[in-house]
């Protein structure tokens, strides 16, 4: 450890990316501590194919990385903070008829939450992950920019849109300029142990990614039968919960209607699972709540955006504007409707590879806005 | 590992002690454990011998006759076997399906236990003090509730010294107890190699878990003593090994070190325990007189010298650790486990302490190879590293978990 030279903590699952992001770092001359964060009660690893992250094996490959790199090394318990912030949420949010994002409130409250103030607490300037994504800051501004990665594949700024200001001046991404081939031809070159390991699993804490199952075993009591209906109220059928649902499902219904169906919506209040035709889950609009601002201090006035509704789903032209009083939220209009608008799911505001902000979609606006109602082309674009 | 580190973290593992590694680099060199102690032939009857040589020591240092003595592959072995070899053969030869644990053993005795519970033993967990000692009575009590649920108790499981807090329990009265009813008394050892009555005569029981490597021997070795004639079962089946107790070949070079880290153990108990001691009381008066919040967990409670279980009030031992490792001290939570992850003591929850003492608590446990020079430098650098987490603990960026997500 030399004096003088700044200190990062680095979050390191043992795989590829935290890798070699811990690696880049150290080249950059950065004083690097590698950290993983167990998040599993100790002995009890999820069950079945076992490649996600902060596992015991997670910390044995870290452990080894940080070994070769040289660098300390340390596992935190975060147990306690991740079942609080992302674990209870997240059924939470499924037995009230949403289908959450968990990663997105890892990030928030565990990795630059937690793990953040920690390395603060140890004297580390920033906090860094194999995350793809860019932070960079405003010369005009001086706000802190989240930005698309050279990866736009790999681009996760989807599930970094709750960080604020301090979180953003705090958080390093040196994976950035690099595409995933390239990571990959990085660890190779470094001999790092992890160069050959799949990809992990979407949801770290559930196995096989079969959140229903893990519902079923976690939450019994909350998980309620009830009505399934079509648009119209009509009484098709039974739903085993309505935690089991989500936003254009068209399997699982057990439902005979001759033609496919798809839940068009979910009304946890009485419990009722509406199905309809494809069409019928389209909409052309949201509202967000709990929004945070990256780009811009606040919204007053509509802007022009293009907006992500999941993880996958293409960038859709829109116009955002304030809804209501309320500064955290928003209202989201498209230019064309978008399918399966989910609640419980970020959206996130794209201007160009600007992050502008994004929120938790509380509702889906299904009706078609009155013409000359607002004129989104003209609207104003953002950043 | 860095050349200035103060290694402060013996009841993981204590350094070899010299006469262990002399005696078994020599082993090693002159191949003298080249062959297989049950062979039909002379290399196998020389090596033969050194194991009976070995046991037989044992045996005299701890009280024992050598057929008492089982070699294990540690403390996790030996408490294991200890526990389950007791508890079996007592339901098997006398019906008694009871298993008393005190609340504050180690894992290898409290999970084997656990075990034992789903195969369908009736086990049942003394509590400790505020302190951290088991006393008799809880233990009688414990018996009871045995008794309550129709079940005579077989097995009493009490530690000899904490291996997280260090203190010494009543192993001989509840030894007493145990005799009274027609149970075997079981104490897992492991921590207490150097202490006075580490004599199983004196202690009473009936069986005796210790480890090599925390009193100076090699990892991976350790031995079982089992009281002639009392039940007993086995829990690896093979070859006629340990007299059929525990098959396998035995893992001759680390039984011969540990005979004679034992040894020495045993000769220099003494003088080791009075240096420790010296060095403990020189670090927690250093330390305080830096840092006069720190405190023991285990308030007057007799215990072992040199392991000491702090409470550092408002800093997470988590923070604390990383900072000492880095400043070039090596302490840790409480016991080292697989992933090296704070786990929140069962120890210090059991003697009841709230949860944010549990988490601002960390072990430090000095050796017989630490020196008083390295006292003042460790409190040092100790008092360096809690004022700059407490000067950092002010600045934090975000509220940890402050913020509503749904």
């Given at each position: 450890m030399r004096a003088g030279r700044p200190r990062v903590l680095v979050a390191m699952s043992g795989g590829v990316d935290s890798s070699v992001a811990a690696a880049l770092l150290v080249e950059q001359g950065y004083d690097v501590i590698g950290v993983t964060l167990q998040i599993w009660p100790e002995g009890i690893r999820p069950p079945g194919r076992h490649v996600g992250c902060c596992s015991v094996d997670a910390v044995d490959d870290a452990r080894r990385v940080a070994d070769r790199l040289g660098i300390p090394y340390y596992v935190f318990d975060f147990q306690e903070i991740f079942r609080r912030t992302v674990i209870a949420p997240f059924t939470r949010a499924y037995l009230q008829g949403q289908t959450p994002n968990p990663c997105v409130w890892c990030n928030e409250h565990v990795k630059f939450g937690a793990l953040l103030d920690r390395a603060v607490q140890l004297g580390a300037e920033a906090v860094a992950t194999g995350h793809y994504a860019r932070v960079e800051q405003?010369?005009?501004?001086g706000r802190w920019l989240l930005m698309r990665p050279r990866d736009r594949r790999k681009d996760q700024t989807y599930v970094l849109w709750p960080l604020t200001q301090e979180q953003l001046a705090r958080v390093r991404f040196p994976l950035a300029p690099y595409t995933k081939e390239e990571v990959r031809e990085l660890a190779r070159a470094r001999r790092l142990p992890v160069a050959y390991k799949p990809e992990s699993q979407e949801i770290c804490f559930i196995p096989d990614d079969d959140y229903r199952r893990y519902l079923r075993e976690h939450a019994p009591e909350a998980v309620r039968p009830g009505e399934i209906v079509d648009t119209q109220g009509r009484v098709l059928g039974q739903h085993p919960g309505v935690a089991f649902f989500t936003i254009?499902?068209?399997?699982?219904?057990?439902?005979?209607?001759g033609r496919p169906l798809y839940v068009v919506d979910i009304d946890p209040a009485a419990n009722r699972v509406v199905v309809g035709e494809r069409d019928e889950a389209r909409a052309w609009g949201l509202e967000a709540r709990a929004v945070n601002w990256i780009a811009v201090p606040g919204l007053s006035e509509p802007a022009r955006v293009e907006a992500r509704i999941r993880r996958n789903a293409p960038d859709a032209p829109a116009v955002i504007e304030p809804a209501g009083g309320d500064p955290r939220r928003v209202l989201c209009r498209f230019d064309q409707p978008q399918w399966a608008v989910t609640p419980g799911q970020s959206v996130v505001w794209y201007a160009g590879d600007v992050v502008v902000g994004g929120g938790v979609?509380?509702?889906?606006?299904?009706e078609e806005p009155p013409?000359?109602?607002?004129?989104?082309?003209e609207a104003p674009a953002l950043a | 590992m860095m050349k200035d580190v103060i290694y402060l973290d013996n009841a993981a593992t204590t350094p070899m002690c010299p006469r262990a590694r002399e005696t078994m680099a020599r082993l090693i060199e002159h191949g003298l454990a080249d062959a297989n102690p049950s062979s039909p032939h002379r290399p196998g009857r020389r090596v033969r011998a050194l194991l009976d040589d070995a046991r037989d020591a044992v045996a005299r240092l701890v009280g024992a006759t050598p057929g008492e003595i089982l070699f294990t592959s540690g403390g996790t072995e030996s408490d294991n076997l200890g526990l389950r070899g007791a508890a079996h053969a007592m339901l098997r030869e006398r019906g008694r399906r009871g298993v008393v644990v005190s609340a504050i053993e180690h894992h290898a005795v409290l999970e084997a236990a656990r075990a034992l519970e789903r195969e369908g033993f009736v086990v049942e967990v003394a509590p400790c003090t505020r302190q951290g000692v088991v006393t008799r009575e809880a233990v009688e009590l414990a018996v009871g509730r045995i008794e309550a649920r129709g079940e005579r108790v077989g097995v009493i499981a009490v530690m000899l010294v904490n291996n997280e807090v260090g203190t010494v329990q009543p192993v001989a009265d509840v030894a007493a107890l145990a005799r009274s009813r027609g149970a075997l008394v079981m104490t897992d050892a492991v921590q207490a190699p150097?202490?006075?009555?580490?004599d199983v005569e004196r202690l009473g029981c009936d069986v005796m878990a210790l480890s090599a490597h925390k009193f100076g021997g090699p990892q991976g070795v350790g031995l079982l003593y089992v009281r002639r004639g009392v039940p007993f079962d086995p829990i690896l089946f093979g070859g006629g090994q340990e007299r059929v107790l525990r098959p396998g070949t035995e893992n001759v070079a680390g039984i011969v070190g540990l005979a004679a880290a034992l040894a020495w153990a045993r000769e220099e108990r003494q003088a080791i325990e009075a240096h420790k001691r010296r060095l403990e009381a020189r670090l927690l008066a250093r330390l305080q007189e830096r840092v006069p919040d720190v405190e023991l967990n285990t308030g007057d409670a007799p215990r072992s010298p040199g392991l000491l279980s702090l409470h550092v009030p408002g800093i997470e031992a988590e923070a604390l650790l990383v900072e000492l490792d880095l400043a070039g001290v090596a302490c840790s939570y409480g016991a080292a486990c697989s992933s090296g992850s704070l786990r929140p003591s069962h120890v210090l929850q059991a003697m009841g302490l709230d949860e944010a003492r549990v988490r601002c608590s960390i072990r430090v446990s000095i050796g017989p190879f630490n020196t008083l020079e390295e006292m003042d430098r460790a409190a040092d650098r100790m008092a360096a590293a809690i004022g700059k987490l407490r000067a950092a603990g002010r600045t934090a960026v975000t509220v940890v978990g402050g913020v509503s997500v749904s």
């Open positions: 405003d010369p005009e501004t254009g499902q068209r399997k699982g219904l057990g439902l005979a209607a979609i509380a509702r889906a606006v299904k013409a000359g109602h607002t004129t989104p082309v | 150097f202490a006075e009555e580490l």
